[in-house]
């Protein structure tokens, strides 16, 4: 009860909190890359513009994954991050699970000047609506 009498009398001050939660959060995400739905990751690979870099565990990734994806987990993007500089010139979009990794990895890959974009909803929404996926080491 002394909570909700607190929040009352501070308001305004929980508002700001509130407020600069959201902003802060909000920031954080947009600098892993914008959200990109699936059907504009088909386009831009099918138009050879992006590559698609899958950051889950090689285990999740085996199980299945896009065709063509290229998987680097993200507790490894730091050290393999070589792997992606003849994809420079490219759109890197970023794919895991549901999206709780490819913030940081895009981060990473920002800071080194790449253009990132994360797949929206990951790899749940990606089978969500019966896209297909391939299993094993090749992609």
């Keep these: 009860m002394e909570f909700f009498v607190f929040v009352s009398e501070q308001f305004v001050l929980i508002s700001l909190l509130v407020g600069l939660i959201f902003i802060f959060a909000w920031t954080e995400r947009s600098k892993g890359g914008k959200s990109m739905s699936s059907s504009q990751l088909v386009q831009m690979m099918n138009a050879d513009e992006a590559v ?47 999206g709780q990794h490819a913030g940081g990895a895009g981060r990473a890959l920002s800071k080194e000047g790449y253009n990132v974009r994360r797949l929206s909803g990951g790899m749940t ?11 094993g080491d090749k992609g």
Excluded at 56 to 61: F, G, I, S
């Design 52 to 98: 698609l870099v899958d950051v889950r565990p090689a285990n999740e990734y085996q199980a299945g994954h896009i065709h063509g994806a290229i998987n680097i987990p993200h507790t490894k993007i730091a050290s393999r991050m070589s792997e992606l500089e003849k994809c420079r010139s490219k759109t890197i979009v970023l794919a895991d699970n549901m």
């Design 125 to 135: 929404e990606w089978q969500g609506q019966s896209l297909p996926v391939v299993q």
